[in-house]
């Protein structure tokens, strides 16, 4: 039977403005009475991503992984790190106006590098990212996050 587990969106998260391709700016505000995360990023000055991260103890096989945000922004990817160090990339698109709730698919994944460089996870799930990849039409902006669980078998 599925089990859903909340992925608390607290103060344990950190801000990443992908070092790797200089250039883009941004910040992560941590909403304290509606537990949420703000993820600002500019890539006006370059850069490809900015994240906000995590780690996780997600006991258990996942299933997959739910995540309601509010845009407009920039592209939405979902970031897994397996228990080999295993980075698993989930690209999920755009996102326009509104809230929007995405369930991913973990049979999906966009990419794959590091750890057992073997395209299967292997639990436990050591860690979560939210990336936001730039958009040339979206080159500034906020991306709320109200909402993520982690669905386990």
Do not use: C
Not at 12 to 19: I, L, N, Q, R, V
Not at 27 to 38: F, H, I, R, W, Y
Not at 78 to 92: E, W
């Amino acid at each position: 039977m599925a089990r859903d587990t909340p992925v608390e969106l607290n103060n344990d998260w950190t801000f990443s403005k992908g070092e790797e391709y200089p250039g883009g700016v941004g910040s992560l505000e941590v909403g304290k009475a509606d537990k949420t995360l703000a993820i600002a990023y500019d890539f006006n000055g370059g850069g490809q991503y900015v994240a906000a991260g995590t780690s996780i103890d997600a006991s258990g096989e996942l299933d997959g992984v739910e995540v309601t945000t509010a845009g407009p922004g920039g592209n939405l990817g979902v970031v897994l790190i397996d228990d080999t160090d295993q980075t698993f990339i989930y690209r999920l698109g755009q996102l326009e106006d509104g809230d929007k709730t995405f369930d991913l698919p973990l049979d999906k994944q966009s990419s794959s590098y590091g750890g057992a460089d073997d395209k299967t996870l292997h639990f436990p799930i050591k860690g979560i990212r939210l990336i936001v990849e730039k958009n040339p039409s979206q080159v500034e902006g906020t991306v709320t996050v109200s909402k993520s669980v982690l669905r386990t078998k």
